[in-house]
């Protein structure tokens, strides 16, 4: 069974980082896209950013462009979301997903979704 497990959540104030960690297990991550997606209270679960685990071409969110990192440890199987300089409202909880050959927008274009983590940014 392919399982996903987030971690590295929290509680931080204005302009602070977190780094979230992603650890996957039996083959979620020998290929196909990875992502974070968020949720905030009331709101859709959207896109974050996606990466490939062979292919260097990233997408971000134009919320969190020039803000937020992914990055994977193909050897610890886990992927990484670093976020600087947070605001109040990247708070939601975080979740990391696998897909298929494309990374797409939508929730249904994965299929594997870790348990997510909660990030709280306080003004």
């Known amino acids: 069974q392919v399982q996903l497990a987030e971690s590295g959540g929290g509680s931080v104030q204005a302009g602070g980082s977190l780094r979230l960690s992603c650890v996957a297990s039996?083959?979620?991550?020998?290929?196909?896209?990875m992502a974070w997606f968020r949720q905030a209270p009331g709101k859709e679960r959207e896109r974050v950013a996606t990466m490939f685990r062979r292919i260097p071409n990233k997408y971000y969110a134009d919320s969190v462009k020039g803000r937020f990192t992914i990055s994977q440890d193909s050897a610890k199987n886990t992927l990484y979301l670093q976020m600087d300089r947070l605001k109040p409202e990247d708070s939601a909880i975080y979740y990391c997903?696998?897909?298929?050959?494309?990374?797409?927008?939508?929730?249904?274009?994965?299929?594997?979704w870790g348990q997510g983590t909660q990030v709280t940014v306080s003004s």
């Open positions: 997903a696998h897909g298929g050959r494309i990374c797409g927008p939508e929730v249904d274009d994965y299929n594997v």
């Open positions: 039996g083959d979620a991550y020998s290929d196909g896209c």
